[in-house]
């Protein structure tokens, strides 16, 4: 069975300082690893995909996330933080057979002046 | 990206009423489309997935007859909450995707409250 857990409920960090949002996955097959954002009362925004190819994704907003298949884990990372950058962030996980996208319970990132 | 839209974004109804939420791809066609419920700053949860011109595929827990899913065209997709009861009120967002291996793309959310 496919699941995802993001282990942290919410994540702070100070403006400028990097940032990084914890995924990790269980999916048979070869994973499609996705990671979205979600602001107050709106729908989801994508962010970044890993579907194949080099570890390293980059995505919106200057967000990158590094897929280790060892580790099974997908981190989502940010050189520098911004205020506006504070969201509700959810790692997704789907296998390559087009099946359902099954979503992370959510990391609430808070970015601090 | 491609757009996906819901209508409308937030309805209020009396315990007892259905409401439906409509689910439109703007600018491509969605072979299958999702339905998820959302609790404050929780996780989305997935209800049901549907393909066009089929019946809907609902997950354990869901009661079918109270959530009406119906995906009519490749660009809709409706959920009706029937008999509507205080504990339905939730955010309930649809999804779409082309095909198989394509995208998914999110809507931007129906925020039901049942009074």
């Known amino acids: 069975a496919q699941s995802v857990a993001q282990p942290e409920d919410q994540v702070n960090v100070a403006e400028g300082n990097p940032l990084t949002v914890k995924c990790t996955y269980s999916v048979s097959g070869n994973p499609y690893l996705f990671w979205y954002v979600q602001y107050p009362n709106r729908g989801l925004q994508f962010l970044l995909k890993?579907?194949?190819?080099?570890?390293l994704v980059k995505g919106s907003y200057g967000f990158e996330a590094e897929f280790n298949k060892s580790q099974t884990s997908f981190h989502l990372k940010k050189p520098s933080a911004l205020v506006s950058d504070s969201a509700l962030y959810f790692c997704?996980?789907?296998?390559?057979?087009?099946?359902?996208?099954?979503f992370g319970q959510g990391t609430e990132l808070s970015v601090k002046p | 990206g491609a757009v996906v839209s819901q209508h409308p974004s937030r309805v209020i109804c009396k315990s007892g009423t259905s409401v439906k939420i409509e689910c439109r791809s703007l600018d491509f066609q969605a072979t299958t489309m999702f339905w998820y419920r959302q609790f404050p700053k929780k996780s989305l949860m997935l209800m049901a997935t549907s393909n066009e011109g089929s019946k809907a595929t609902y997950e354990q827990g869901v009661e079918k007859d109270k959530f009406l899913i119906n995906h009519a065209s490749l660009t809709l997709s409706t959920l009706t909450v029937t008999s509507a009861h205080p504990e339905d009120s939730s955010f309930y967002i649809c999804?779409?995707?082309?095909?198989?291996?394509?995208?998914?793309?999110f809507g931007p959310g129906t925020r039901l409250t049942v009074t």
């Open positions: 999804s779409a995707r082309g095909g198989q291996g394509a995208e998914q793309y």
């Open positions: 890993y579907i194949t190819g080099d570890n």
């Open positions: 997704a996980v789907r296998n390559n057979q087009g099946g359902k996208l099954i």
